[in-house]
């Protein structure tokens, strides 16, 4: 199973972006999906979770700006970004707890990360 995450990149203050995570490989379901985020030199914190029936939480910083979704037939998960600020700058990461055989429990999976950078 890998995470492959996209969409990072140069963006101005208050504007918008949106980051995606595609699982491949052999999967047998999904559960829990997030986004993390790290600036280098400071532990990673989670941005946005959601379930696989769609419950979702945010970190209080990013509550009413950013927005997280799922494809669930296509194994993706998304992060759309709004009213961006300069303290938004880090590595994302995606995260999910995936299962790789019928009878297996869930494992945890993180994607490469890509860079978010706020800035004028």
């Known amino acids: 199973v890998q995470l492959q995450a996209s969409g990072g990149g140069l963006v101005q203050p208050g504007g918008s972006l949106r980051v995606s995570c595609v699982a491949s490989g052999t999967i047998f379901g999904i559960n829990r999906m997030a986004w993390y985020r790290q600036i280098p030199g400071e532990r990673r914190e989670v941005v946005a979770a959601?379930?696989?029936?769609?419950?979702?939480n945010y970190a209080d910083s990013v509550k009413g700006r950013f927005t997280i979704s799922r494809d669930n037939a296509k194994n993706m998960v998304y992060l759309q970004m709004n009213s961006l600020k300069p303290e938004d700058t880090a590595i994302y990461y995606c995260n999910a707890d995936v299962r790789g055989s019928p009878l297996s429990r869930f494992y945890e999976y993180w994607g490469q990360g890509t860079q978010v950078t706020v800035s004028s």
């Open positions: 959601i379930t696989s029936g769609g419950s979702v």
